[in-house]
């Protein structure tokens, strides 16, 4: 998420706690009067539908939907292991939803989309060989696995996925910078099992990077638990 989405959508946050309309203003008179560009208010607006809080009917305009549940909706100072535990749910989510991309991106993989999804780990490759935080180019090439999959709804059902967990890694009392990084190897299996279309190991190497992300969650998790009970 970025800045600017992330400060949209805090203030987005405060007009729904604080509006008396159940309906959002339209989209150019919101943008207009918050200063914004369009775009950055329909991210900020696509993550608050994600959380279930706003809901937008095509010709009708965006409605509030749980106004008196947003603060503890959205408040991520609650305890740590609560935030761990959503975040570990979100990945088990996208653990079937890319597992369903990945079996039809290798289903429908020609030399056209091959060498677009090449392209794209291409840029993956110097965080592959020597690890680090992960690049913004991850983002692109598993969002790129849903667009090949020619599943209709899955390119719109991962970037909604995505915003909310973007939440977190941008969250700054919880220090994410590096999970993931030890999944480059991962990555470069199942980039190769998808180019030699052997779904069976691509799923496998899919499977890795989410259990791998989950094992350091748990990790940070039960060192949070240790410290609250010593500080107790």
């Known amino acids: 998420m970025t800045k600017s989405v992330q400060e949209t959508y805090e203030r987005l946050k405060r007009i729904v706690a604080t509006s008396e309309s159940e309906r959002l203003p339209p989209e150019r008179k919101l943008s207009e009067k918050m200063d914004i560009s369009r775009n950055t208010l329909r991210?900020?607006?696509?993550?608050?539908?994600?959380?279930?809080?706003?809901?937008?009917?095509?010709?009708?305009?965006?409605?509030?939907?749980?106004?008196?549940e947003i603060d503890l909706k959205l408040d991520f100072q609650l305890q740590i292991r609560l935030d761990i535990d959503y975040l570990i749910e979100l990945l088990e989510i996208r653990r079937g939803l890319e597992g369903i991309a990945i079996k039809g991106t290798v289903e429908n993989l020609d030399e056209r989309s091959l060498h677009r999804l090449d392209s794209l780990y291409r840029k993956l490759e110097p965080w592959v060989e020597s690890g680090g935080e992960v690049p913004s180019a991850d983002r692109d090439f598993h969002e790129e696995l849903y667009r090949l999959s020619k599943r209709r709804i899955a390119p719109q059902l991962y970037r909604n996925l995505e915003s909310a967990l973007s939440i977190f890694w941008d969250h700054k009392s919880i220090d994410l910078s590096n999970l993931g990084s030890q999944t480059g190897l991962y990555h470069r299996e199942l980039f190769d099992a998808i180019r030699t279309g052997d779904e069976t190991s691509a799923l496998v190497a899919h499977n890795r990077i989410i259990d791998s992300v989950i094992d350091e969650l748990l990790i940070i998790k039960s060192k949070e638990i240790k410290g609250i009970a010593i500080s107790e």
């Open 43 to 68: 991210e900020a607006i696509r993550i608050l539908e994600f959380e279930g809080i706003l809901s937008t009917k095509m010709g009708s305009g965006t409605y509030i939907l749980k106004r008196t």
